[in-house]
């Protein structure tokens, strides 16, 4: 949008340069920032000064339901919601099946998949929940639907109050 609160209308050449943008875009991963990649694509210095400004035309808006649609976003993300790592740990060779289920039945989310035993040790496989990608998909489901506070950023005063005998 422009001061005016107006879409965008775009130029053809401005439609290239997107694309080529979207494409250095997914290529870099997220690496380098937004203004030197579109630099590369061909914009002017001083239009990557505000990158801001690209994402507010028709024809980015347009691209980016093209190549990231809402419904591929929300699959994703709710697959980061429930991601799983598969992780291991090797107990002494006198603990029993059974014991190791127990014991790993009580970590919350976490499934044995396998059981490896030779003379010296025991190793158990087995998946638990990605807490870092969790974690993160949370974050950004707060972000996005802006469900995080004003000022949340901020340090807050904490008051302890201790009761003297």
Not at 31 to 53: D, F, N, V
Not at 54 to 70: A, F, G, I, R, Y
Not at 94 to 102: G, N, P
Request: glycine share 4%; aromatic share 6%; hydrophobic share 30%.
């Amino acid at each position: 949008m422009n001061k005016n609160g107006k879409v965008r209308k775009d130029k053809p050449q401005d439609l290239l340069r997107q694309r080529l943008l979207i494409k250095l875009l997914s290529e870099d991963g997220g690496k380098s920032p937004l203004g030197r990649l579109m630099i590369k694509a061909g914009y002017t210095k001083s239009y990557a000064k505000t990158p801001q400004k690209v994402k507010q035309t028709l024809s980015w808006e347009q691209l980016m339901e093209k190549n990231l649609p809402d419904d591929l976003l929300s699959k994703k993300h709710n697959e980061l919601l429930s991601s799983m790592t598969i992780d291991h740990y090797t107990f002494p060779n006198a603990v029993t099946d059974e014991t190791i289920k127990q014991i790993l039945d009580q970590v919350a989310g976490c499934k044995l998949l396998r059981v490896q035993r030779n003379p010296q040790w025991v190793r158990a496989y087995f998946a638990i929940p990605d807490n870092r990608s969790r974690k993160d998909a949370i974050d950004m489901a707060y972000k996005l639907k802006s469900k995080y506070p004003k000022g949340s950023q901020e340090e807050h005063e904490v008051t302890i109050h201790v009761k003297n005998d």
